[in-house]
T-cell receptor
C-alpha cells in the first residue's frame, strides 16, 4: 500500500552546519510533496512544498529536492540554528486526495 | 485570524465513555482532516472531509465517527473509548491538495488519555 518512510529517525547536527533529512515514498501517483516542522507541544507547520514536475525548490534557508526515479525526497537546512530543533515530517499526496505523512525525523541542534 | 482551533486541549476518559472533539477553521477551506499521532509514529489519517456534508475514511477509521455539518467545523467522535485510542489528535484544514498554496494548517492538538 501507500507509504512514506524516513531513513533517519534522529539527526544531531552542530549549530551552523547544514542538515539533510531524507524521505522515501512509494506511491508513484503522488504528485505533491510537503515538508512540515513540528515543535514540541505544537501542531505541524508547513515549511516548503514541491510538485512532481520540479526537482528542486528553494525557500529561506531550506531546499527540497525530489528524485522521482528513486522516489526520494530530501530537505536541506542551511546554517542550522537551535530554533530548527524539531521533528520534521515529509508528506505526499496525489492531487485532490488525502495527505499521507511519514514517521518523522527528530533534528537536534548542538550549540 | 485564529486559523484552526481544537477543543478541548486535554481530556481523560474512562474506558467505554464517549466524547466529541471539535475542530473549527476560519479560512474557508474545503478540506478538513483528523489525524492521530502516537510516539515514534507519524500522523495517521483517521477521517477526512472534502467539503460540507461529506466525509471519508482514512487509514485508521475504526472506533471513530465524524461529521461535517458546517464548512467551518469538523467533529470527531469516540462512541466507546478504548485505551488504544490514547493519543494526540490533530485537526487540519486545507484547500484541495495540489493547488496553489494548498498546504494544510494544523490545530494545536488534543491530548487524550483513556484509562
Amino acid at each position: 500500500g501507500e507509504s512514506v518512510g524516513l531513513h533517519l529517525p534522529t539527526l544531531s547536527v552542530q549549530e551552523g552546519d547544514n542538515s539533510i533529512i531524507n524521505c522515501a515514498y512509494s506511491n508513484s501517483a503522488s504528485d505533491y510533496f510537503i515538508w512540515y516542522k513540528q515543535e514540541s507541544g505544537k501542531g505541524p507547520q508547513f515549511i516548503i512544498d514541491i510538485r512532481s514536475n520540479m526537482d528542486k525548490r528553494q525557500g529561506q534557508r531550506v531546499t527540497v529536492l525530489l528524485n522521482k526515479t528513486v522516489k526520494h525526497l530530501s530537505l536541506q537546512i542551511a546554517a542550522t540554528q537551535p530554533g530548527d530543533s524539531a521533528v520534521y515530517f515529509c508528506a505526499e499526496t496525489a492531487s485532490y486526495d488525502k495527505v499521507i505523512f511519514g514517521p518523522g525525523t527528530s533534528l537536534s541542534v548542538i550549540p | 485570524n485564529a486559523g484552526v482551533t481544537q477543543t478541548p486541549k486535554f481530556r481523560v476518559l474512562k474506558t467505554g465513555q464517549s466524547m466529541t472533539l471539535l475542530c473549527a477553521q476560519d479560512m474557508n477551506h474545503e478540506y478538513m482532516y483528523w489525524y492521530r499521532q502516537d510516539p515514534g509514529m507519524g500522523l495517521r489519517l483517521i477521517h477526512y472531509s472534502v467539503g460540507e456534508g461529506t466525509t471519508a475514511k482514512g487509514e485508521v477509521p475504526d472506533g471513530y465517527n465524524v461529521s461535517r455539518l458546517k464548512k467551518q467545523n469538523f467533529l470527531l467522535g469516540l462512541e466507546s473509548a478504548a485505551p488504544s485510542q490514547t493519543s494526540v489528535y490533530f485537526c487540519a484544514s486545507s484547500d484541495p491538495p495540489g493547488g496553489i498554496g494548498t498546504e494544510a494548517f494544523f490545530g494545536q492538538g488534543t491530548r487524550l488519555t483513556v484509562v
